[in-house]
Protein backbone atom coordinates (compact mmCIF):
# COMPACT_ATOMS: atom_id res chain seq x y z
CA UNK A 1 0.00 0.00 0.00
CA UNK A 2 2.42 1.85 0.74
CA UNK A 3 6.26 0.78 -0.47
CA UNK A 4 7.65 4.36 -0.71
CA UNK A 5 6.13 5.78 2.03
CA UNK A 6 6.62 3.01 4.71
CA UNK A 7 10.38 3.36 3.56
CA UNK A 8 10.40 6.98 4.29
CA UNK A 9 8.98 6.28 8.02
CA UNK A 10 11.80 4.17 8.49
CA UNK A 11 14.24 6.84 7.02
CA UNK A 12 12.58 9.46 9.34
CA UNK A 13 13.75 7.36 12.52
CA UNK A 14 17.35 8.25 12.62
CA UNK A 15 16.97 11.87 12.42
CA UNK A 16 14.42 12.06 15.34
CA UNK A 17 15.70 14.15 18.19
CA UNK A 18 14.88 14.02 22.13
CA UNK A 19 15.09 17.19 24.02
CA UNK A 20 17.21 16.86 27.58
CA UNK A 21 14.34 18.51 29.56
CA UNK A 22 14.84 18.49 33.20
CA UNK A 23 12.01 21.34 33.66
CA UNK A 24 8.54 19.71 33.85
CA UNK A 25 5.23 22.07 32.91
CA UNK A 26 1.80 21.90 34.20
CA UNK A 27 0.71 19.69 30.78
CA UNK A 28 3.73 17.03 31.44
CA UNK A 29 2.70 16.65 35.03
CA UNK A 30 -0.64 16.05 33.49
CA UNK A 31 0.61 13.70 31.12
CA UNK A 32 2.88 11.92 33.49
CA UNK A 33 -0.48 11.26 35.96
CA UNK A 34 -2.66 9.56 32.86
CA UNK A 35 -3.37 5.66 34.20
CA UNK A 36 -1.20 3.71 32.26
CA UNK A 37 0.96 6.04 30.36
CA UNK A 38 5.24 5.36 31.65
CA UNK A 39 8.40 6.77 29.72
CA UNK A 40 7.33 10.38 29.39
CA UNK A 41 9.92 11.99 27.63
CA UNK A 42 9.93 15.78 26.20
CA UNK A 43 10.18 16.53 22.09
CA UNK A 44 11.82 18.85 20.74
CA UNK A 45 9.25 20.66 17.94
CA UNK A 46 9.14 23.64 15.87
CA UNK A 47 5.18 23.54 15.57
CA UNK A 48 3.50 22.71 18.85
CA UNK A 49 3.86 24.48 22.33
CA UNK A 50 5.09 21.18 24.10
CA UNK A 51 5.66 17.47 22.50
CA UNK A 52 6.08 14.18 24.23
CA UNK A 53 6.82 10.94 23.37
CA UNK A 54 5.40 7.79 25.73
CA UNK A 55 4.15 4.38 26.72
CA UNK A 56 0.70 3.53 27.12
CA UNK A 57 -0.03 -0.16 28.64
CA UNK A 58 -2.45 -2.26 26.52
CA UNK A 59 -4.10 -5.68 26.61
CA UNK A 60 -2.19 -7.49 24.34
CA UNK A 61 -6.05 -9.21 23.43
CA UNK A 62 -9.53 -7.93 24.13
CA UNK A 63 -10.22 -6.15 27.38
CA UNK A 64 -8.51 -8.57 29.84
CA UNK A 65 -5.12 -8.37 30.94
CA UNK A 66 -4.93 -12.58 30.85
CA UNK A 67 -3.12 -12.52 27.71
CA UNK A 68 -0.48 -10.02 28.83
CA UNK A 69 -0.05 -6.43 28.22
CA UNK A 70 2.35 -4.14 26.21
CA UNK A 71 3.53 -0.33 26.14
CA UNK A 72 2.02 1.25 22.50
CA UNK A 73 4.38 4.65 21.88
CA UNK A 74 2.12 7.39 21.70
CA UNK A 75 3.23 11.25 20.75
CA UNK A 76 1.71 13.85 22.12
CA UNK A 77 1.79 17.73 20.74
CA UNK A 78 0.10 20.69 22.39
CA UNK A 79 -1.44 23.57 21.15
CA UNK A 80 -3.69 24.44 23.85
CA UNK A 81 -6.23 22.52 26.08
CA UNK A 82 -8.77 24.16 24.87
CA UNK A 83 -7.86 23.42 20.68
CA UNK A 84 -9.08 20.55 18.55
CA UNK A 85 -7.03 17.27 18.90
CA UNK A 86 -6.83 14.97 16.73
CA UNK A 87 -6.01 11.38 17.18
CA UNK A 88 -4.35 9.62 14.56
CA UNK A 89 -5.09 6.15 13.86
CA UNK A 90 -1.42 5.25 12.27
CA UNK A 91 -1.32 1.87 10.64
CA UNK A 92 2.11 1.29 10.71
CA UNK A 93 5.14 3.01 12.34
CA UNK A 94 4.83 6.48 14.29
CA UNK A 95 9.23 7.45 13.55
CA UNK A 96 8.01 10.32 11.48
CA UNK A 97 6.16 12.06 14.30
CA UNK A 98 9.09 12.31 16.58
CA UNK A 99 10.66 15.02 13.84
CA UNK A 100 10.61 18.66 15.10
CA UNK A 101 9.47 20.16 12.12
CA UNK A 102 6.07 17.10 12.09
CA UNK A 103 3.05 19.02 11.94
CA UNK A 104 -0.29 16.74 11.11
CA UNK A 105 -1.86 18.34 7.88
CA UNK A 106 -5.76 19.04 10.08
CA UNK A 107 -3.23 20.51 13.44
CA UNK A 108 -1.92 23.03 10.94
CA UNK A 109 -5.04 23.99 9.48
CA UNK A 110 -7.28 23.86 12.90
CA UNK A 111 -4.33 24.86 15.28
CA UNK A 112 -4.98 21.64 16.46
CA UNK A 113 -3.28 19.09 19.23
CA UNK A 114 -2.42 15.87 18.43
CA UNK A 115 -2.24 12.43 19.65
CA UNK A 116 -0.21 9.83 17.26
CA UNK A 117 -0.38 6.27 17.96
CA UNK A 118 1.50 3.47 16.53
CA UNK A 119 -0.02 0.46 15.23
CA UNK A 120 0.60 -2.39 17.83
CA UNK A 121 3.33 -5.18 16.38
CA UNK A 122 5.16 -2.11 14.95
CA UNK A 123 8.45 -0.47 15.75
CA UNK A 124 8.43 0.18 19.57
CA UNK A 125 4.66 -0.99 19.94
CA UNK A 126 5.31 -4.99 20.05
CA UNK A 127 4.09 -7.32 22.29
CA UNK A 128 6.25 -10.08 23.64
CA UNK A 129 6.22 -12.54 23.35
CA UNK A 130 4.96 -11.74 19.81
CA UNK A 131 1.67 -13.75 19.24
CA UNK A 132 0.33 -12.89 15.65
CA UNK A 133 -3.57 -14.49 16.97
CA UNK A 134 -4.06 -11.34 18.85
CA UNK A 135 -3.13 -9.06 15.75
CA UNK A 136 -6.37 -8.05 14.78
CA UNK A 137 -8.13 -4.60 13.57
CA UNK A 138 -10.48 -5.41 16.62
CA UNK A 139 -7.80 -5.58 18.96
CA UNK A 140 -5.83 -2.23 17.42
CA UNK A 141 -9.56 -0.29 17.55
CA UNK A 142 -9.42 -0.85 21.31
CA UNK A 143 -5.88 0.09 21.97
CA UNK A 144 -7.07 3.62 20.37
CA UNK A 145 -10.63 3.85 22.02
CA UNK A 146 -8.24 3.28 25.23
CA UNK A 147 -6.37 6.12 24.40
CA UNK A 148 -8.92 8.63 23.86
CA UNK A 149 -10.37 8.13 27.01
CA UNK A 150 -7.36 8.13 28.59
CA UNK A 151 -6.80 11.45 27.10
CA UNK A 152 -9.93 12.85 27.30
CA UNK A 153 -9.49 14.91 30.67
CA UNK A 154 -6.32 16.94 29.46
CA UNK A 155 -8.14 18.84 26.09
CA UNK A 156 -11.05 20.44 26.15
CA UNK A 157 -12.02 21.10 22.18
CA UNK A 158 -13.61 18.69 19.87
CA UNK A 159 -11.98 15.40 18.70
CA UNK A 160 -11.23 14.19 14.93
CA UNK A 161 -9.71 10.75 13.83
CA UNK A 162 -7.71 10.97 10.93
CA UNK A 163 -5.09 8.94 9.14
CA UNK A 164 -3.38 7.65 5.36
CA UNK A 165 -3.50 4.81 3.38
CA UNK A 166 -3.77 1.66 6.32
CA UNK A 167 -4.21 4.47 8.85
CA UNK A 168 -7.17 5.73 6.83
CA UNK A 169 -8.86 1.85 6.94
CA UNK A 170 -8.30 2.61 10.46
CA UNK A 171 -9.57 5.94 11.01
CA UNK A 172 -12.78 4.07 9.06
CA UNK A 173 -12.86 0.53 11.64
CA UNK A 174 -12.60 3.23 14.34
CA UNK A 175 -15.62 4.84 13.47
CA UNK A 176 -17.59 2.31 12.44
CA UNK A 177 -16.65 0.61 15.65
CA UNK A 178 -16.65 3.31 18.14
CA UNK A 179 -19.37 5.76 16.52
CA UNK A 180 -19.03 8.37 19.22
CA UNK A 181 -15.50 8.38 20.17
CA UNK A 182 -14.55 11.36 18.21
CA UNK A 183 -16.71 14.27 16.43
CA UNK A 184 -14.65 13.90 13.12
CA UNK A 185 -12.98 11.47 11.01
CA UNK A 186 -11.12 12.50 7.73
CA UNK A 187 -9.45 9.37 5.81
CA UNK A 188 -7.13 9.92 3.37
CA UNK A 189 -6.43 7.59 0.37
CA UNK A 190 -7.97 4.16 2.16
CA UNK A 191 -9.10 1.35 0.82
CA UNK A 192 -11.29 -1.25 1.71
CA UNK A 193 -11.21 -4.35 0.06
CA UNK A 194 -13.48 -7.50 -0.01
CA UNK A 195 -10.99 -10.61 -0.33
CA UNK A 196 -7.68 -11.98 -0.42
CA UNK A 197 -7.09 -10.41 -3.73
CA UNK A 198 -9.58 -8.00 -4.14
CA UNK A 199 -10.03 -8.07 -7.96
CA UNK A 200 -10.97 -4.79 -8.71
CA UNK A 201 -7.57 -3.67 -9.17
CA UNK A 202 -6.46 -5.34 -11.98
CA UNK A 203 -9.06 -3.73 -14.23
CA UNK A 204 -8.41 -0.52 -12.92
CA UNK A 205 -4.99 -0.64 -14.45
CA UNK A 206 -5.50 -2.44 -17.60
CA UNK A 207 -8.13 -0.65 -18.54
CA UNK A 208 -9.15 2.78 -16.39
CA UNK A 209 -6.27 4.80 -15.06
CA UNK A 210 -4.65 7.09 -17.10
CA UNK A 211 -5.05 7.07 -20.91
CA UNK A 212 -4.42 3.93 -23.27
CA UNK A 213 -1.23 5.59 -24.32
CA UNK A 214 0.03 5.80 -21.06
CA UNK A 215 -1.00 2.35 -19.92
CA UNK A 216 0.86 0.84 -23.27
CA UNK A 217 4.16 2.58 -22.59
CA UNK A 218 4.18 1.16 -18.87
CA UNK A 219 3.47 -2.46 -20.40
CA UNK A 220 6.16 -1.92 -22.57
CA UNK A 221 8.54 -0.86 -20.03
CA UNK A 222 7.87 -3.88 -18.25
CA UNK A 223 8.22 -6.22 -21.33
CA UNK A 224 11.38 -4.43 -21.51
CA UNK A 225 12.70 -5.60 -18.24
CA UNK A 226 11.44 -9.10 -19.28
CA UNK A 227 13.10 -9.27 -21.89
CA UNK A 228 16.75 -8.44 -20.44
CA UNK A 229 15.87 -10.41 -17.77
CA UNK A 230 18.88 -12.96 -18.15
CA UNK A 231 21.14 -10.30 -17.93
CA UNK A 232 19.51 -8.32 -14.97
CA UNK A 233 18.95 -11.04 -13.47
CA UNK A 234 22.31 -12.00 -11.62
CA UNK A 235 22.74 -7.73 -10.82
CA UNK A 236 19.54 -8.42 -9.40
CA UNK A 237 20.18 -11.36 -6.80
CA UNK A 238 23.25 -9.66 -6.02
CA UNK A 239 21.60 -6.14 -5.16
CA UNK A 240 19.18 -8.86 -3.13
CA UNK A 241 22.60 -9.93 -1.17
CA UNK A 242 23.97 -6.97 -0.24
CA UNK A 243 20.99 -5.52 1.08
CA UNK A 244 20.31 -8.87 2.90
CA UNK A 245 17.06 -9.67 1.75
CA UNK A 246 15.92 -13.16 1.99
CA UNK A 247 12.73 -14.96 -0.33
CA UNK A 248 10.56 -17.72 -0.07
CA UNK A 249 10.66 -18.22 -3.63
CA UNK A 250 13.90 -18.13 -6.03
CA UNK A 251 15.16 -15.23 -7.49
CA UNK A 252 13.82 -15.25 -10.99
CA UNK A 253 10.45 -15.49 -9.60
CA UNK A 254 10.57 -12.37 -7.16
CA UNK A 255 12.09 -10.70 -10.14
CA UNK A 256 8.75 -11.36 -12.08
CA UNK A 257 6.69 -9.69 -9.07
CA UNK A 258 8.89 -6.72 -9.42
CA UNK A 259 8.05 -6.39 -13.34
CA UNK A 260 4.75 -6.96 -12.43
CA UNK A 261 4.13 -4.62 -9.43
CA UNK A 262 5.58 -1.56 -11.99
CA UNK A 263 2.20 -0.37 -12.66
CA UNK A 264 1.08 -0.25 -9.29
CA UNK A 265 3.94 1.45 -8.42
CA UNK A 266 4.02 3.94 -11.09
CA UNK A 267 0.18 5.02 -10.70
CA UNK A 268 0.18 4.96 -6.79
CA UNK A 269 2.82 7.48 -6.44
CA UNK A 270 1.82 9.48 -9.46
CA UNK A 271 5.53 8.85 -10.78
CA UNK A 272 5.57 10.77 -14.34
CA UNK A 273 5.75 8.49 -17.49
CA UNK A 274 9.01 10.70 -18.16
CA UNK A 275 10.89 8.75 -15.55
CA UNK A 276 10.83 5.69 -17.96
CA UNK A 277 14.14 5.11 -19.54
CA UNK A 278 14.47 4.83 -22.77
CA UNK A 279 13.93 1.24 -24.19
CA UNK A 280 17.58 1.60 -25.83
CA UNK A 281 18.82 2.40 -22.59
CA UNK A 282 21.61 0.59 -21.05
CA UNK A 283 21.22 -2.11 -18.60
CA UNK A 284 22.45 0.20 -15.95
CA UNK A 285 19.81 2.75 -16.57
CA UNK A 286 17.00 0.24 -16.68
CA UNK A 287 18.61 -1.70 -13.37
CA UNK A 288 18.66 1.37 -11.36
CA UNK A 289 14.86 2.93 -12.70
CA UNK A 290 14.00 -0.60 -11.32
CA UNK A 291 15.05 -1.07 -7.92
CA UNK A 292 14.62 2.78 -7.55
CA UNK A 293 10.84 1.91 -8.59
CA UNK A 294 9.36 -1.33 -8.13
CA UNK A 295 12.80 -3.05 -5.85
CA UNK A 296 13.07 -6.30 -4.31
CA UNK A 297 12.92 -5.13 -1.10
CA UNK A 298 9.40 -5.55 -1.41
CA UNK A 299 8.84 -9.00 -1.81
CA UNK A 300 11.92 -9.58 1.57
CA UNK A 301 10.23 -11.60 4.36
CA UNK A 302 10.27 -11.25 7.29
CA UNK A 303 10.07 -7.64 7.12
CA UNK A 304 9.68 -4.77 9.51
CA UNK A 305 6.49 -4.90 7.42
CA UNK A 306 5.01 -8.60 8.16
CA UNK A 307 2.53 -7.37 10.60
CA UNK A 308 0.81 -5.71 8.09
CA UNK A 309 0.96 -8.71 5.67
CA UNK A 310 -0.15 -10.96 8.50
CA UNK A 311 -3.15 -8.07 8.35
CA UNK A 312 -4.15 -7.97 5.07
CA UNK A 313 -4.23 -11.95 4.66
CA UNK A 314 -6.29 -12.46 7.95
CA UNK A 315 -8.98 -9.53 7.36
CA UNK A 316 -7.32 -6.54 5.34
CA UNK A 317 -6.95 -7.78 1.99
CA UNK A 318 -4.91 -6.95 -0.81
CA UNK A 319 -4.59 -6.67 -4.66
CA UNK A 320 -3.83 -8.90 -7.42
CA UNK A 321 -1.82 -9.09 -10.55
CA UNK A 322 -2.21 -9.62 -14.13
CA UNK A 323 0.57 -11.60 -16.15
CA UNK A 324 -1.36 -10.44 -19.54
CA UNK A 325 1.81 -9.58 -22.28
CA UNK A 326 4.02 -10.80 -19.64
CA UNK A 327 3.25 -14.59 -19.47
CA UNK A 328 5.85 -15.93 -22.21
CA UNK A 329 9.00 -14.37 -20.32
CA UNK A 330 7.53 -15.34 -16.76
CA UNK A 331 9.60 -18.08 -14.60
CA UNK A 332 6.22 -18.62 -11.81
CA UNK A 333 2.89 -20.48 -13.05
CA UNK A 334 0.52 -18.13 -11.81
CA UNK A 335 0.19 -15.29 -9.39
CA UNK A 336 -2.53 -16.23 -7.65
CA UNK A 337 -1.44 -16.45 -3.53
CA UNK A 338 1.16 -14.53 -3.62
CA UNK A 339 0.93 -13.17 -0.66
CA UNK A 340 1.29 -16.30 1.47
CA UNK A 341 3.75 -17.95 -0.76
CA UNK A 342 5.96 -14.39 -0.65
CA UNK A 343 5.39 -12.06 2.55
CA UNK A 344 4.19 -14.89 5.37
CA UNK A 345 6.38 -16.54 7.14
CA UNK A 346 5.55 -20.42 7.04
CA UNK A 347 4.35 -20.83 9.84
CA UNK A 348 1.44 -18.26 9.12
CA UNK A 349 0.85 -19.39 5.71
CA UNK A 350 -2.45 -21.48 6.84
CA UNK A 351 -3.94 -17.97 7.77
CA UNK A 352 -7.11 -17.73 5.87
CA UNK A 353 -9.02 -14.42 4.89
CA UNK A 354 -11.91 -13.43 6.86
CA UNK A 355 -14.43 -10.62 5.14
CA UNK A 356 -16.22 -10.06 8.16
CA UNK A 357 -14.84 -6.66 9.12
CA UNK A 358 -15.46 -5.96 5.04
CA UNK A 359 -18.78 -6.36 5.32
CA UNK A 360 -19.71 -4.88 9.21
CA UNK A 361 -18.00 -1.40 7.87
CA UNK A 362 -19.93 -1.36 4.51
CA UNK A 363 -23.26 -2.07 6.60
CA UNK A 364 -22.10 0.51 8.63
CA UNK A 365 -21.47 3.64 6.57
CA UNK A 366 -24.60 3.00 4.06
CA UNK A 367 -26.90 2.66 7.16
CA UNK A 368 -25.41 5.61 9.09
CA UNK A 369 -23.93 9.03 8.07
CA UNK A 370 -21.43 10.28 10.53
CA UNK A 371 -19.37 13.41 9.98
CA UNK A 372 -16.59 11.72 7.85
CA UNK A 373 -14.54 12.64 5.09
CA UNK A 374 -13.33 10.64 2.36
CA UNK A 375 -9.72 11.81 0.00
CA UNK A 376 -9.01 10.12 -2.67
CA UNK A 377 -6.55 10.51 -5.71
CA UNK A 378 -8.18 9.40 -9.51
CA UNK A 379 -5.14 7.50 -10.31
CA UNK A 380 -4.27 5.93 -7.48
CA UNK A 381 -4.75 2.61 -7.64
CA UNK A 382 -6.04 1.70 -4.09
CA UNK A 383 -9.10 4.10 -5.07
CA UNK A 384 -10.21 0.79 -6.98
CA UNK A 385 -10.93 -0.32 -3.78
CA UNK A 386 -12.25 2.26 -1.87
CA UNK A 387 -15.59 3.20 -0.81
CA UNK A 388 -15.81 6.02 -3.63
CA UNK A 389 -16.60 3.23 -5.99
CA UNK A 390 -20.09 2.42 -4.67
CA UNK A 391 -20.76 4.88 -1.42
CA UNK A 392 -23.61 7.19 -2.85
CA UNK A 393 -22.61 10.85 -0.86
CA UNK A 394 -25.25 12.56 -2.67
CA UNK A 395 -27.38 10.79 -0.33
CA UNK A 396 -25.92 11.40 3.09
CA UNK A 397 -25.72 14.82 4.98
CA UNK A 398 -22.62 14.27 6.67
CA UNK A 399 -20.42 11.97 5.12
CA UNK A 400 -18.47 12.80 1.92
CA UNK A 401 -16.20 12.09 -0.77
CA UNK A 402 -13.61 14.17 -2.51
CA UNK A 403 -11.53 12.48 -5.20
CA UNK A 404 -8.58 14.76 -6.11
CA UNK A 405 -8.42 14.88 -10.00
CA UNK A 406 -5.29 13.13 -11.47
CA UNK A 407 -3.95 13.01 -7.85
CA UNK A 408 -2.39 9.74 -6.51
CA UNK A 409 -1.75 7.94 -3.04
CA UNK A 410 -0.06 11.74 -2.06
CA UNK A 411 -3.77 12.88 -2.12
CA UNK A 412 -4.44 15.57 0.53
CA UNK A 413 -6.57 18.70 1.40
CA UNK A 414 -3.80 21.01 1.37
CA UNK A 415 -3.19 19.75 -2.66
CA UNK A 416 -6.24 20.03 -3.84
CA UNK A 417 -7.71 21.84 -6.42
CA UNK A 418 -8.31 25.73 -4.87
CA UNK A 419 -12.66 24.51 -5.28
CA UNK A 420 -12.43 21.44 -3.76
CA UNK A 421 -10.36 22.62 -0.72
CA UNK A 422 -12.35 25.47 0.25
CA UNK A 423 -15.57 22.87 0.13
CA UNK A 424 -13.99 20.23 2.49
CA UNK A 425 -12.13 23.00 4.76
CA UNK A 426 -15.99 25.27 5.05
CA UNK A 427 -17.83 21.50 6.07
CA UNK A 428 -14.92 21.03 8.87
CA UNK A 429 -14.89 24.67 10.16
CA UNK A 430 -18.74 23.81 10.27
CA UNK A 431 -18.30 20.77 12.00
CA UNK A 432 -15.73 22.35 14.63
CA UNK A 433 -17.94 25.50 15.75
CA UNK A 434 -21.40 23.37 15.72
Known sequence: MMKKWMASCLALMM???VWAQTDTTEFMRRLVAVEGV?????????TYKEKYVMKIRQNVNGDTTADGTFGQRIIVGLKGIDRPTVLVTEGYFAHYALQPAYEEELCRLFDANVIVCEYRYFAESVPQPCNWDFLTVDNSLRDYHRVRQAF???????WMATGISKGGQTTMFYRATYPDDVDISVSYVAPLNRALEDGRHEPFLARQVGSKAQRETILSAEQELMRRKARLLPKFEQYAREKNYTYSLPAADVYDYCVMELPFALWQWGTPLTALPALDADDSTWFDFFVKTAGPDYFSCPSDFTPFFVQAARELGYYGYSTKGLKKWQSIRT????????????????IRFDDTLYRRTVRFLKQNDPKHIFIYGEIDPWSASGVCTWLDDSKKQNMKIYVQPGGSHRA??????????????SRLTDWLND
Do not use: C, T, W
Open 335 to 350: PKGYLHQLMLPAELRN
Open 152 to 158: APLFRGK
Open 38 to 46: SQVQRLESN
Open 15 to 17: AAM
Open 412 to 425: RISNMPDDIKEQIL
